[in-house]
């Protein structure tokens, strides 16, 4: 990639920030759906050996959208502070941000393999996988294992976004996907390893779009951002102003993964472990079809970021609301196909005689809980900014608030205190992700009102 190509990408995101978060977000769309798409895949093909692996996946899935969060939320923070730095037209700054992304990322890679593999079984227990622990047991370690190519996607990929290179990180993470889609079945069923062979593929195939990544950031050096290690000062200050958005967003998704576990919990104490592996199979879908709104969230931090770190709010407002429409746009049509076809995308978790029971149960609950999806472009849009503009702290209280206290509080009362039971946990689920991002919209607007009026006010970068 020529200087010229380099600085129309940073153009195109000083520019319009409609045009700017279309062009981001389409190819982040696919490149998360690819990602949700590939993490179904391990259940799709493990469905075919039985429920209780299939289960053990469910248990397991909340740790591995753990080490996930981790890699987006110090992504975000990378691609916040760097944008913010564009924005100001401060490339050293960039530059040494993105640096300091990358020793985040070598921390971490360190870090999560000595502090979750020794206590892991109790850790599964804990979560409720008692009763498949031999099954959740492997796969969980060897995902803790590779979680360095978790990570280092998460940062990177965020470090190509924040300059608005969203094609290379696309091709990245795009050809994982296919990667893992492609092996998977082999490792699983021709090799025979079973759901060893399902964590073991994922993981090769995170490789090799880290090792894409790396290649073009640090031998090829055609990004906008200068990583070489000349360029690299270390500044408490830029640590401080990554961490202040980096960890607020690695809650959220610990928070998105807590939900998960007390909700199998909550439906442990309700169901069976058939109802557990089915609503497994049915959130599984639900997550992809959230990627569209992620995807357009993640664009807007971007784009928030650049507008914030060059004062100017409007587009800072355009981005924002922008970004609301396109996700409820597209989610609106994603729960009309779901709610129509929702017995035809039960099929494909089962299609064999071990799991054919589970089919009907799951087309039920995806009729229900898919409302979900339209619930989640507004509050996750209003967050997604206050990334990019480097207030993590309302970002995270947006969400403790919509995700955790406003959902379980209703699941709680509609499953225990009123009856419900199941369907108090797919009924909370929806209307706290409703209630919350409403809510997250008044907070927003109340935010940008209070910026409009210190216009004259330099904001930190």
């Given at each position: 990639?020529?200087?010229?190509?380099?600085?129309?990408?940073?153009?195109?995101?000083?520019?319009?920030?409609?045009?700017?978060?279309?062009?981001?977000?389409?190819?982040?769309?696919?490149?998360?759906?690819?990602?949700?798409?590939?993490?179904?895949?391990?259940?799709?093909?493990?469905?075919?050996?039985?429920?209780?692996?299939?289960?053990?996946?469910?248990?397991?899935?909340?740790?591995?959208?753990?080490?996930?969060?981790?890699?987006?939320?110090?992504?975000?923070?990378?691609?916040?502070?760097?944008?913010?730095?564009?924005?100001?037209?401060?490339?050293?700054?960039?530059?040494?941000?993105?640096?300091?992304?990358?020793?985040?990322?070598?921390?971490?890679?360190?870090?999560?393999?000595?502090?979750?593999?020794?206590?892991?079984?109790?850790?599964?227990?804990?979560?409720?996988?008692?009763?498949?622990?031999?099954?959740?047991?492997?796969?969980?370690?060897?995902?803790?294992?590779?979680?360095?190519?978790?990570?280092?996607?998460?940062?990177?990929?965020?470090?190509?976004?924040?300059?608005?290179?969203?094609?290379?990180?696309?091709?990245?993470?795009?050809?994982?996907?296919?990667?893992?889609?492609?092996?998977?079945?082999?490792?699983?069923?021709?090799?025979?390893?079973?759901?060893?062979?399902?964590?073991?593929?994922?993981?090769?195939?995170?490789?090799?779009?880290?090792?894409?990544?790396?290649?073009?950031?640090?031998?090829?050096?055609?990004?906008?951002?200068?990583?070489?290690?000349?360029?690299?000062?270390?500044?408490?200050?830029?640590?401080?102003?990554?961490?202040?958005?980096?960890?607020?967003?690695?809650?959220?998704?610990?928070?998105?993964?807590?939900?998960?576990?007390?909700?199998?919990?909550?439906?442990?104490?309700?169901?069976?472990?058939?109802?557990?592996?089915?609503?497994?199979?049915?959130?599984?879908?639900?997550?992809?079809?959230?990627?569209?709104?992620?995807?357009?969230?993640?664009?807007?931090?971007?784009?928030?970021?650049?507008?914030?770190?060059?004062?100017?709010?409007?587009?800072?407002?355009?981005?924002?609301?922008?970004?609301?429409?396109?996700?409820?746009?597209?989610s609106i049509i994603l729960v009309v196909l779901i709610e129509i076809f929702a017995p035809q995308i039960a099929f494909i978790f089962s299609y064999?005689?071990?799991?054919?029971?589970?089919?009907?149960?799951?087309?039920?609950?995806?009729?229900?809980?898919?409302?979900?999806?339209?619930?989640?472009?507004?509050?996750?849009?209003?967050?997604?900014?206050?990334?990019?503009?480097?207030?993590?702290?309302?970002?995270?209280?947006?969400?403790?608030?919509?995700?955790?206290?406003?959902?379980?509080?209703?699941?709680?009362?509609?499953?225990?205190?009123?009856?419900?039971?199941?369907?108090?946990?797919?009924?909370?689920?929806?209307?706290?992700?409703?209630?919350?991002?409403?809510?997250?919209?008044?907070?927003?607007?109340?935010?940008?009102?209070?910026?409009?009026?210190?216009?004259?006010?330099?904001?930190?970068?």
């Amino acid at each position: 990639m020529n200087q010229n190509k380099t600085n129309n990408k940073v153009d195109l995101i000083r520019g319009d920030p409609k045009i700017a978060i279309r062009s981001i977000a389409w190819p982040m769309i696919l490149t998360l759906v690819l990602n949700m798409v590939y993490n179904m895949v391990d259940r799709v093909w493990v469905a075919g050996l039985g429920a209780d692996p299939l289960a053990a996946i469910g248990f397991v899935t909340p740790l591995f959208i753990i080490v996930g969060g981790l890699a987006n939320g110090f992504g975000a923070g990378a691609n916040s502070l760097i944008s913010r730095y564009i924005g100001a037209q401060d490339k050293a700054n960039a530059s040494n941000s993105a640096l300091h992304g990358v020793l985040i990322a070598l921390v971490l890679s360190i870090l999560i393999p000595v502090l979750l593999l020794p206590f892991l079984d109790q850790i599964l227990i804990l979560m409720g996988a008692g009763s498949v622990l031999s099954y959740a047991r492997a796969y969980a370690a060897i995902i803790i294992i590779g979680s360095f190519t978790i990570i280092f996607n998460g940062i990177l990929s965020s470090q190509l976004r924040a300059e608005g290179d969203v094609k290379r990180a696309t091709i990245a993470l795009t050809f994982t996907g296919i990667l893992n889609m492609i092996i998977d079945p082999i490792f699983i069923y021709t090799l025979g390893w079973g759901v060893d062979g399902a964590a073991i593929a994922t993981i090769l195939s995170a490789l090799a779009a880290m090792l894409m990544m790396i290649y073009w950031m640090f031998i090829k050096k055609d990004t906008y951002v200068d990583l070489n290690r000349s360029q690299f000062k270390y500044d408490n200050t830029i640590m401080k102003q990554l961490i202040s958005v980096s960890l607020p967003a690695s809650v959220e998704q610990l928070i998105i993964s807590l939900i998960s576990i007390i909700m199998n919990a909550m439906l442990i104490g309700v169901a069976d472990t058939t109802v557990v592996a089915a609503y497994t199979a049915a959130w599984s879908i639900i997550q992809v079809g959230i990627m569209p709104a992620v995807g357009i969230g993640t664009a807007a931090i971007t784009v928030a970021g650049v507008a914030y770190g060059a004062k100017d709010y409007q587009k800072l407002k355009t981005a924002c609301y922008y970004s609301i429409k396109l996700g409820l746009i597209i989610s609106i049509i994603l729960v009309v196909l779901i709610e129509i076809f929702a017995p035809q995308i039960a099929f494909i978790f089962s299609y064999s005689a071990t799991s054919a029971h589970l089919g009907e149960t799951i087309a039920h609950i995806l009729r229900i809980i898919a409302i979900f999806i339209v619930g989640v472009p507004v509050g996750l849009s209003c967050a997604s900014v206050f990334q990019g503009m480097g207030k993590g702290t309302i970002s995270l209280l947006l969400t403790v608030l919509r995700e955790l206290v406003l959902v379980l509080v209703i699941a709680y009362i509609l499953t225990y205190i009123m009856g419900f039971g199941a369907y108090g946990i797919y009924i909370g689920l929806v209307l706290g992700a409703i209630i919350g991002s409403v809510m997250a919209l008044g907070v927003f607007e109340v935010y940008y009102n209070r910026i409009k009026r210190l216009e004259n006010d330099s904001p930190q970068v």
